[in-house]
C-alpha cells in the first residue's frame, strides 16, 4: 500500500499555505548562506525586556579546539548567592546553521517561570567542523558549566539540557555522551523534535517527502554535512545520530515530543520505546497534525499552546522531584 501522508493541524495547515512560497521541505548546500542569513535575522533579545542579565563567556573548548561561546541568562531578581536550576539550550538549525541566541526564547520563558538560568552553547558548524566537533563542544560547555554553576546563580546538580530539532539530536548524544564517559548527569533531558537517526529511512520520513518544512532530502543533506560518505553506513556513532546507540539505559529522564505529521515521528517514538524497553524514564508526546517546529511556526495556534504547556509541566515535576 502506498504510504498516505497524516494531515496537517488545519491552524498548521492555513500556516503553510500562507508561506509556501517562503517555506520549503528541501534543503542543500546551496542554500547555506541564506539559511544562515535567516538564522541570524531571526534573533530575539535574550533580556527578556529585562527579566534576565546576559552575558557572553568564552570558556574551553574540547581539547586542541577553539573556544567556545556560552550565553548566560541569570533571573535579574535573583541574588547573587542563589543555587537556582540551570537549562542547558543546545540550538537547531540542521546541523548547519544557528547561533547561541537562535531558538532561546522558550528557554527563556521556562526560567522566567520557574526561576532558572539559562545557558545557552555556541558549536561548530557543519559541513565545515564534521563530526565530532558539534557534541564535543556541547560536552565542553557541560563541563563548563557544572565547573562553574556556582558563579553564575546556578546548582551543579539540577541541571536540565533541552534542544529542538538538530539541537534536540546534539542533547540526546550529550546525554549519552555524558554518561558513557561518566561527566556531570543532567537532571533531565527535553527533546523537542529531535533529530536522531542518520539512516533517514523511516516511514514516516516516506509519508513527508516533499511537505511540511523539513523533509528527507533535507534531512539527507543535513546527515551528509554532518558525516560525510559515513551517513547511513556502519560505524556510524551513537554520539553523531543517537538512534544508533546499542544501550539506552542509565539515561536521565526524558522528555521527547514530536509532530505526526513530520519526517522525525518514527525515530522519535522508537528512541522513547527504547528507554522504556531499557528501564528509564521518559515520557513521550506526539501532537496529532504537527509539522516539524511547528510552535515555532504558529505560536498562537492551539495544538502549538498545548505542546508549551506540557513541556514547562514536565519541567516543573522534574524540578519539584
Known sequence: ?????????????????????????????DDLDGARQSAAVELVDPTLDGAFETEDRTVPGPAGAPDISLLVCRPASSPATAALPVV??????????????????????????????VVSVEYRLAPEHPHPAPVEDVYAGLLWIARHAKEIGGDPDRIVVAGASAGGGLTAALALL???????????????????????????????????????SAND??????????????????YAAPARAADLSGLPP??????????????????????WQAGGVAELHVWPGGCHGFDALAPEAALSRAARAARIGWLRRLLAA
Open 88 to 117: 542547558y539550550h543546545v540550538h537547531g538549525g540542521g546541523l548547519v546553521a544557528g547561533s547561541n541566541r537562535a531558538g532561546v526564547t522558550e528557554a527563556l520563558a521556562w526560567a522566567d517561570e520557574l526561576g532558572a538560568v
Open 254 to 275: 526524558a522528555f521527547l515530543d514530536v509532530g505526526s505529521a513530520e519526517t522525525f515521528r518514527d525515530e522519535v517514538v522508537a528512541y522513547a520505546s527504547r528507554i
Open 178 to 216: 555524558t554518561r558513557d564517559r561518566q561527566g556531570p548527569r543532567p537532571l533531565g533531558q527535553l527533546l523537542m523534535g529531535p533529530m536522531l537517526d542518520d539512516r533517514n529511512d523511516s516511514g514516516s520520513g516516506r509519508q513527508m517527502a516533499g511537505l511540511g518544512v523539513w523533509d528527507r
Open 1 to 29: 500500500m502506498p504510504l498516505v501522508p497524516p494531515p496537517f493541524d488545519p491552524e498548521l495547515a492555513a500556516v503553510l499555505e500562507r508561506y509556501g512560497d517562503v517555506l520549503s521541505p528541501g534543503f542543500t548546500l
Open 221 to 238: 543533506t543535513a546527515w551528509t554535512a554532518l558525516l560525510g560518505d559515513r551517513r547511513g553506513g556502519p560505524d556510524v556513532s551513537p
